[in-house]
């Protein structure tokens, strides 16, 4: 467990497990690094796992100042965990906000990516008119936290319903700032995409299905897994098939 202070000021939670090649995986909006935990001692047996709290969320800073929350932020802070942990490159991963951090985090940075794990992820939109309407959900849910508070994590999906926040508000920003999109940016790169990659989502999670497929079409040599009975959450709902399709993925990069 340890802080990283950022430039901006924010303090970023981290935590290390084992040792290796190392692992950065990032949660989805309004979850926690602890939504990993079901994950750590498989990948952490021979490699550095790295999971992490993005700003707004968990036990990182709730800055107070919405210019704070934003994708080339939270890119940035991915960057400066793995230079933190003494790591040039890394296999990159998250599920849902986080996998599409992790694809924007390869657009930036696709030197310092070995491999990615997108997981119940959608990697944006194309249509301006489609990316509005994402936009326009992401603000109700905003509203929601500022209106109701942390009670609106009840509702949500398995690793949304575990999590512990410090603010409400800071879930409101993040979600205003760093879960709308701006442009096309994202869904534009996956063909370019050049690192070993793995399409994983949960067979029950309807709203991801077509995205799953339409990445794993688009990324070069993309493998997909889809793990039975899952939803949203598929490391949570179906751990251990969650985890035998990653470890199979991972081994086969050696």
């Known amino acids: 467990?340890?802080?990283?202070?950022?430039?901006?000021?924010?303090?970023?939670?981290?935590?290390?497990?084992g040792s290796g090649p190392t692992i950065l995986l990032t949660h989805g909006y309004s979850a926690t690094s602890q939504m990993w935990s079901g994950q750590i001692a498989e990948l952490s047996k021979d490699h550095q796992l790295v999971i992490w709290d993005m700003r707004g969320h968990g036990r990182s800073d709730s800055p107070d100042d919405p210019a704070l929350y934003s994708e080339p932020a939270t890119v940035a802070d991915m960057a400066a965990l793995l230079d933190a942990v003494g790591a040039s490159t890394a296999i990159v991963?998250?599920?849902s906000l986080g996998g599409y951090m992790s694809l924007a985090f390869n657009r930036v940075h696709a030197d310092r990516v070995e491999a990615l794990l997108i997981i119940d992820t959608g990697p944006g939109y194309k249509n301006d008119?489609?990316?509005?309407?994402?936009?326009?959900?992401?603000?109700?849910?905003?509203?929601?936290?500022?209106?109701?508070?942390?009670?609106?994590?009840?509702?949500?999906?398995?690793?949304?319903?575990?999590?512990?926040?410090?603010?409400?508000?800071?879930?409101?920003?993040?979600?205003?700032?760093?879960?709308?999109?701006?442009?096309?940016?994202?869904?534009?790169?996956?063909?370019?995409?050049?690192?070993p990659s793995i399409v994983v989502v949960g067979s029950e999670d309807a709203p991801f299905l077509a995205a799953s497929d339409y990445m794993a079409s688009k990324i070069p040599g993309a493998k997909k897994a889809v793990i039975d009975g899952a939803g949203h959450a598929a490391n949570i709902d179906r751990p251990e098939a969650f985890n035998a399709a990653i470890r199979g993925f991972i081994d086969g990069l050696k």
């Open 129 to 195: 008119q489609a990316r509005d309407g994402w936009n326009a959900t992401s603000i109700k849910t905003a509203e929601r936290y500022e209106r109701d508070g942390l009670k609106v994590l009840e509702g949500g999906s398995a690793e949304r319903r575990t999590a512990q926040h410090a603010s409400a508000k800071g879930l409101a920003l993040a979600a205003r700032g760093m879960l709308t999109q701006r442009d096309a940016g994202v869904i534009a790169s996956l063909p370019d995409i050049k690192a």
């Open 93 to 95: 991963g998250g599920l």
């Open 1 to 17: 467990m340890a802080m990283l202070k950022r430039d901006d000021g924010v303090s970023i939670y981290y935590e290390v497990h």
